[in-house]
């Protein structure tokens, strides 16, 4: 069983930094405003996100199937020899590290993509407004365009 729970390990350290190249790659799109690029890597991602929950998920049943009352990884650690132990450990301490390093990659890539966002919506706002007529009254209600003529004025004079 211990092998078993090395290999799920082993594809989660090497799923979480296939994450972390996706996770630049999708940066490297966002800056390049390239959106069909950004929307193939956010499915690559997302898939890649389930199948890390599978592993994690499969790694509880094992785990809890090795010793029934640990809830995680770590409470396994001290019922292993001191070799395991210490491998277990120096791992969680990369994935933890790597988990640290694709939740910050993941942040600026949110907040990217919410900039690009509202510029654009800023800049469509502003087009809009630059368009628009300044004057209300230049079409008439049946909508077409609408003939100003100045108020009339009373001419006075002596004849």
């Known amino acids: 069983m211990l092998e078993r729970i090395k290999a799920n390990l082993h594809r989660q350290e090497k799923g979480l930094l296939l994450l972390s190249s996706l996770l630049e790659e999708e940066f490297t799109h966002l800056t390049g405003r390239d959106p069909k690029a950004v929307t193939g890597c956010e499915f690559s991602i997302q898939e ?9 998920l499969e790694l509880k049943g094992m785990v809890s199937t090795v010793a029934p009352e640990a809830t995680s990884l770590r409470d396994l650690i001290p019922t292993l020899d001191v070799d395991d132990a210490q491998g277990f450990e120096a791992f969680l301490l990369f994935v933890d590290t790597l988990e640290q390093k694709c939740a910050i ?55």
């Open 48 to 56: 890649l996100i389930k199948q890390l929950a599978g592993e994690r």
């Open 105 to 159: 990659l993941a942040e600026k890539n949110s907040r990217m993509a919410f900039a690009l966002a509202e510029q654009s919506k800023n800049m469509l706002d502003f087009i809009h407004k630059q368009i628009q007529p300044k004057n209300k009254d230049t079409y008439a209600k049946n909508g077409r365009y609408q003939n100003h003529r100045p108020e009339a004025a009373l001419f006075r004079g002596r004849s």
